[in-house]
């Protein structure tokens, strides 16, 4: 596809992209938790024995998760890597790479991720230093989906694999993980969604046509440009 190995080059500046982005975020990360409160998770957690077992497990975790993705983005930049990954198998890499971070995003969660390690409704509450609500889960998911549809050239078939597994994590969230879920808010976001992916795909259509009219055109100019050499290079008829 002329389309996706285009825009090859865009795919390995945006993993240059990510990897300083990610280090950056975890060297702040680093200094916050540091400063503040290490073992609470920056105050996240209450102070109790379990509140800060999970506490340093979350920033652990987080702290690894920075690491080992950095590194990644770094490895998909070197030579030798892009030239075994072609513009097609890239786009799958950075896809999986997006799902990835999406479930992240939601595990990471300081409810979720209380909800995860096999804490209840009702300790996990307790556990927390303020009320839980969607809201911050709501807005973290559409920042980061929004941004990565919006910004990156992956196609829109690509990026409807990514729009379902939010579907998917609504549904998770609604029915199991959140304490008090609101549902107008999930709704309002899935509709956010849909109404993003259609506008996705009409971009990537004007794009498509655009691109077939610039290498019509281009084909064209060489065609003439050849005839005209051609009609030089020819000896005049005796």
């Known amino acids: 596809d002329a389309f996706v190995k ?50 340093e497990r979350r920033v652990y975790f987080i702290i690894a998760l920075g690491i080992v993705t950095s590194m990644i983005g770094a490895v998909l930049c070197v030579r030798r890597c892009t030239a075994i990954l072609n513009a097609a198998n890239f786009e799958k890499v950075i896809v999986f790479l997006v799902c990835f971070f999406v479930v992240v995003l939601v595990v990471q969660n300081p409810y979720i991720f209380v909800r995860v390690n096999g804490v209840g409704v009702a300790e996990a509450k307790l556990l927390l230093m303020r009320p839980y609500t969607d809201e911050e889960l709501i807005l973290m998911l559409h920042m980061f989906i929004t941004t990565f549809s919006l910004s990156t050239p992956v196609r829109w078939a690509r990026t409807l694999v990514v729009d379902v597994l939010a579907l998917l994590i609504a549904i998770l969230c609604c029915v199991w993980l959140s304490p008090e879920p609101i549902y107008l808010t999930w709704g309002l976001f ?13 971009m990537e259509i004007s794009h498509r046509k655009s691109f077939i009219l610039v290498a019509r055109e281009r084909t064209m100019r060489a065609q003439a440009e050849f005839n005209l050499h051609t009609a030089k290079v020819q000896p005049p008829p005796s």
Not at 6 to 29: D, W
Not at 190 to 202: E, I, T, Y
């Open 6 to 55: 285009a825009n090859h080059a865009r795919f390995i500046q945006l993993c240059r992209f990510a990897a300083l982005s990610i280090s950056v975020f975890l060297a702040l990360f680093v200094a916050w938790v540091a400063a503040t409160d290490w073992s609470t998770c920056g105050g996240l957690y209450m102070r109790s024995q379990q509140g800060k077992a999970i506490g």
């Open 190 to 202: 899935l509709l956010s969604r849909l109404s993003a992916c259609r506008g996705k795909r009409s």
